[in-house]
C-alpha cells in the first residue's frame, strides 16, 4: 500500500488539543504502511494547510481514523493541486539557528519594549516555548495552550528563516528546537495585524487604478520615506477624506490599499462609536486612536472611519451638545498626533455637505479625494472582474451589458451578476443540465429585476415603459430634430467633442395636447440608455416653504450623480410660471429660480459636484503637455455626458422668456398635429391588430383632419366597441364603425389653435434656427 | 496512590505479573527495562517536586508580605510627619532591611527551584534515554508488540507517549516559576502580583497527571525487568 492509500481510507477528525501538544493519532494499519517508529514526525498534507506532528497510536487502535493537533502548522499547501489528505514522513534534524516573528498582543509589545536585553530575554522564553518542537520554514506554532507563552503575552511564533547550515542533516526537512538552537528574534508582531495578513485576501478592485495609485502614493510615500520628508521640512499628511455616493467602493478600496502597503487596517463605522452615557463616544473614541498609535509603532496603520458625518455633523445643523464635543474631541485627537507618526487617518463620507467644515482644514482631514459613480469603461472593468469567476456563455456581450448600466455603481454590478448567477442556478437545477452557463438572458432579466441604488428614495424616478421610434407614427421630421438633441449628444460624444459641438442643455417640445410629446420623450429615454427622472407639478409643491425649491435641486444632484441623464418635466408652464411684474413672489418663481440656477448657473455647490478627478481644468496661460493635449479629447466627452432637461407644453406663450433663451432650454420643437401621412401611419399603427375589412384608411384620414394621434387612437379604439355594440360575436370592423365613431368623437383641435401655436413659432423661429445651424453634423 | 480502574481487583501478585511480562524478543525487554527505570525516576522526581513545592510555600508567603510592605513603605509619605523628624533615613533603613529579608526569602527559593530544575533535568534524560532505546530497538520489534497492553501493564507506544508528556508539562511549569521570579521585582507591582497569582496555577493539573501516569504503571513498575 502507498500513501496515497492511506489518505483514501482516511476518515479525518481534527484534534484541537487543550495540551498543545505536537501529535497526531493514527490507526495500526496506517502506522504500519507508514513505516516510521513512534514519536517520528510527519507532515500532515490538507487542501489548504500543513501540519507537523508526531505520530502516534490511537488510544482506542481503530484503524481508518486520525486525529491530529493543529498547533505547528503553515497556511499555504505544499501542493495546491492536491485536493486529498496526505501523510508523509519527514526527515527531522537538530538545528542551530532559527529565524523567528514572535507574535503577541498589542499591549504586551509595549510591555516588552520596557525590557532591558529585550531580543535576548525574549529569544530564551521562546526557546523555552518551542523546546522539543519540530518546525520547518514558514510554518506558525500556535502557543495557546501553552502556559508559558500565555503569561509572557505570546499568541504565535512565526518561522521565518532557517539559514542554509544550521541543519545538522543537509536533506532534513523540519528540524527539532533543542536547548542548543539558537533564536534570532527577528520581528515582534502584533496579534491584530498577523491575524489581519493571514486572513486577507488579494480581492481585486475595477475601475479605480489612477485613484488608488494617488492614495497609495499618499499612504506609502509618508511610511516609507520619512527621512526625505524631514529633510524637506514638510509635515506627513494627517488624514484623507474618501466622498462619492453609497457603493461604489469606499471601503473596499480602503482594505485593498491597506493590503497593498502592508499597513494594519483599523476599520470602524462613525455609528459604533457613539454610546448612550455621556461621554462614552469620546472615551471610545479616544481609546480608537490610542489602539491606533499604539499599532503604528509597529509599522504602517490606517484609522479608517466609515460614515464620519455621524460622527461631526454640521453644528448649525444639530446644535445637539453631544455632537458638538464629540466633533471637538475628534478635532483635538487629530491635531494631537504625533509629529512623526505612523498613522493616517482616512474618512469616508457620502454626504460631504454634512460634515463639520473645520474638520476638513489643512492639518487635520488635508485631502479630499473623490470616487465617482463609475462610467462606461469602469463599469466594463467591475463587470470583467465579477465575472471572473463566473461560468459565462459566449453570447454574454460585457460591453452592452455595461452600456446599459447606467447609473449603477460598483455594489450594485456585484449584485446584478449574483443575481444572473442565481437565475442561471434555477434553470440548470430545473434542466439537470451538466454543461452549467451563464446566459445573456440571465443578464437581462438580473437588469431588469434590479434597481440601482442611487434611484432608491429618489424623488422623480418613474418605471419607464420603453416605447420603440418605431411605434410613434409619422412625424418623421420631429423625431428626427429629437434625435439630433437628446440621443445624438449621449450616444454619438465623440462626433460632437470632434466638431467642438457643445451639447444642448434643454429641448422644449411644445404643440397641441394629445400629439405624442410624452411618448416622444419616453422613445428618445428608452433608444439612450440614460437615467430618466420625471417632475411633475404634483410631486413638486407642498405645504412647506422651500421644500419645492429642494426637491429640484435633489434631483439634478441625483441626476449629476447618474450621469448621462435626462430629466423630463411634463407639463412646465403649470410648475413654473412667468415672473409677474407685479413683484408678488409666489413659490412657482422661486422653483423657477431654482430651476434656472439649476440649468445655467454660476456653477454647482462644490460639495455636490462629482466631477472632480476626472475633468482637470487647464487653467488660461497654463502650460499644456502633449499628453495633457492628448487626454483633452477624452476629458471632452467625459463633459459632453451632462443633463439634458426635456421640457414639454402645450402653452408655451406661458414660459418665462429666461427659461427658453439658449443656453437654457435652447432647442425648441414644436410637435404639430399630425397631416395627412402621419394621420394614416398612426392609423395603421392602431389598426395593425383589428381584423378590418372594407375599411379605406387613406379617406379615413382625409376625414380626420385636426384629430390629434390620442384622437385617432380613440377613433380606432371606438370604431372597434361599436363593432363589438353590434354583435358580440363578429370578427371584423367595418367601415361604418368607424363612421359612427367618427360621428361621436370629434377633432380636438380647432383652426384657431393651430393657428396659435404657428404664431408662437414664428416668434422663436429665429432663435432656434441659429443654433440648428451650428449643429449640422 | 490510586489504582487504575482497568485493573481488577483480584488481578494482582507476582503469577499475574509475570503472564504479563511475557516478553517475546530481547530487544522488548530492553526498551522496557528502560521504561521501567524512567518511570522509577519520575516517581522519585514527582516525590521531589511536591517537597519543593511545599517548602516553598512559606517563603513565598513571606516574599508577598515583605512586597506589601516594600510598597507600603515607599509610598508612605513619612518626610512630612513631624513624628519621625529624628530618623530622616528611617525610610531608608526600613527599605533595605525589606530587601534584605526579601533576598533572603528568594535565595531559599531559588534552593528549591534547583531542585525543581534537578528534576526537570532528569525526567528530560530519561526521556530521551527512553525514546532513543525504543528507536533503536524499533525496527526488531513488531508494531503489535508495542501497542500490546494488557491490564497490569501498559504498552511501550502509551508509556513512552506519557514520559513525553510528563517531560513537557514539567518543563513548562518549571520555566512558568522562573519567569515569574525574573520578572518580580518588589517595585513592580505587576510582577508581585503576577508571582501571587500565578505560582502555584497549573501546580495540581501537572500533579494529577503524572500521579495519573504513574497508578498506570504501578504494577509495571512493581515488576522486576531481567
Known sequence: ???????????????????????????????????????????????????????????????????????????????????????????????????IDVVCNLSDIARFRKYENLNKKISRICSNCLYKMCVAENFVVDLRHCNLASLCGISKILITKIPSGSLVKVDAEAFIISSHTEIVVDNIRSNEKFNQVSKSTRKLIGGLDDLMQTLEDLIKLPFHHQKQ?????????????????????????????????????????????????????????????????????????????????????????????????????????????????????????????????????????????MINVPSMAQRREILDLHTQVLPLAEDVDLDWLAEITNGYVGADLAALCHEAAYLALGRFIVKQSERQHIHQEDFLTAFRKHRPSLQKGVEGIVDLKPVLWEQIGGLEDVKQKIKQAVEWPLRHSEAFARMGLPCPRGVLLYGPPGCSKTTLVRAAATACHATFLSLSGAQLYSPFVGSSEKMVAEVFQRARMALPSIIFLDEIDSIVGKRSEGGHRGVQERVLSTLLNEMDGVGIKLDDKMDSQHSRRILEGSIQDVEQHNSKVTTLRRNNLDILVVAATNRPELLDEALTRPGRLDRIIYVPPPDRQARLDILRLFTQKMPLEGVDLMLLSSQTEFYTGADLENLCREAALNALTRDMETTKVTYADFVKALYYNRASLTPESIEKYSRYKSSTFDVSFKIKERKVL | MVKPSAVPDNASGPNFCQLVMDISTNEETKVRSQLHKSFKAVKNCLSTWKEALAACQQPLYQVENLCEQHQCCSDANIEQSGIIKPFPDIKMRLLHKIDVELEEQLSRINVEMKKLDNCCERIGKHCHYSMKSYQENSPYIPLDKVLEQTPTCPAISDMLEWLQQIERLVFQQYHCKKYLLEMFSPKNKDGTENLKNTWSLGDQELINTVEEYLSYTSFFLEEKIT
Open chain 1, 1 to 99: 500500500m502507498t500513501e496515497a492509500s492511506i489518505s483514501s481510507k482516511l476518515e479525518m477528525l481534527v484534534h484541537d488539543d487543550s495540551t498543545g501538544a505536537q501529535r497526531c493519532y493514527l490507526g495500526p494499519r496506517e502506522i504500519t504502511i507508514l513505516n516510521v517508529p513512534l514519536g517520528s514526525f510527519i507532515c500532515v498534507v490538507t487542501p489548504t494547510k500543513d501540519y507537523i506532528c508526531s505520530l502516534w497510536p490511537s488510544k482506542v487502535r481503530n484503524d481508518g481514523s486520525m486525529i491530529y493537533s493543529k498547533t505547528v502548522c503553515r497556511i499555504k499547501a505544499l501542493d495546491n493541486t492536491d485536493s486529498k489528505y496526505r501523510l508523509k514522513p519527514l526527515h527531522v534534524s537538530e538545528g542551530k539557528c532559527i529565524h
Open chain 1, 229 to 369: 520628508f524631514k529633510q524637506l521640512g514638510t509635515s506627513l499628511p494627517h488624514g484623507i477624506l474618501l466622498r462619492g455616493p453609497p457603493g461604489c467602493g469606499k471601503t473596499s478600496l480602503v482594505r485593498h490599499i491597506a493590503n497593498n502597503c502592508d499597513a494594519y487596517l483599523i476599520a470602524v463605522n462613525g455609528p459604533e462609536v457613539i454610546g448612550p452615557h455621556p461621554g462614552e463616544s469620546e472615551d471610545n473614541l479616544r481609546k480608537l486612536f490610542q489602539h491606533a498609535i499604539l499599532a503604528a509603532e509597529e509599522g504602517p496603520c490606517i484609522l479608517f472611519i466609515d460614515e464620519i458625518d455621524v460622527l461631526c455633523p454640521k453644528q448649525a445643523k444639530s446644535g445637539g451638545l453631544e455632537e458638538s464635543r464629540l466633533t471637538s474631541q475628534l478635532l483635538t485627537l487629530l491635531d494631537d498626533l504625533p509629529a512623526d507618526h505612523r498613522l493616517i487617518v482616512i474618512a469616508a463620507t457620502n454626504r460631504p455637505s454634512a460634515l463639520h467644515p473645520s474638520l476638513r482644514r489643512p492639518g487635520r482631514l488635508d485631502r479630499e479625494i
